[in-house]
């Protein structure tokens, strides 16, 4: 039975989903309710308030995925690490999102997309020149003024 002072010391009774009711809902292919993308930023995001123990999973879920034609949901992710991670939470986190958004056809993607590292800057003049993209106005001060970086 649900207790207000659990309730204010933010414990709440979880629903759990069995790993029989998550096969259920994995395997079945009844609802098909249309839903939004801020329908699914706020599953996604009730979703990562159970990982408070596992912060690299969570953190790995931080973005939300973009939906695709069929439902299909497409997370960006950085590595394969991260997709191993997702890979043990994935039929949970799949069936919970089908359950929520009443969409048994919703099925979960993950797209890994390396970032490209900028290369690191060590002269003065490098920093300079970098500080110059942001603001060229710096190149007319350094000419006005006739500075360098001497040393």
Not at 2 to 29: M, N, V
Request: cysteine-free; aromatic content about 8%; proline content about 3%.
């Amino acid at each position: 039975m649900p207790s207000i002072k659990d309730a204010l010391r933010g414990k709440f009774e979880e629903e759990t989903i069995s790993a029989k009711e998550q096969h259920q809902i994995y395997t079945t292919a009844t609802e098909s309710e249309d839903f939004t993308a801020e329908d699914l930023k706020i599953k996604w995001e009730q979703f990562l308030v159970r990982l408070e123990e596992r912060p690299n999973l969570r953190s790995t879920l931080s973005n939300v995925p973009e939906i695709k034609e069929d439902y299909k949901l497409v997370l960006e992710i950085e590595n394969r690490i991260q997709d191993d991670l997702i890979s043990s939470i994935k039929p949970e986190l799949v069936s919970y999102l089908r359950k929520e958004l009443k969409n048994s056809k919703i099925e979960l993607v993950t797209l890994i997309t390396e970032k490209v590292k900028g290369r690191l800057i060590y002269t003065d003049a490098e920093k300079f020149d970098e500080m110059v993209k942001k603001n060229p106005n710096l190149a007319l001060l350094k000419q006005t003024f006739k500075l360098d970086f001497g040393g």
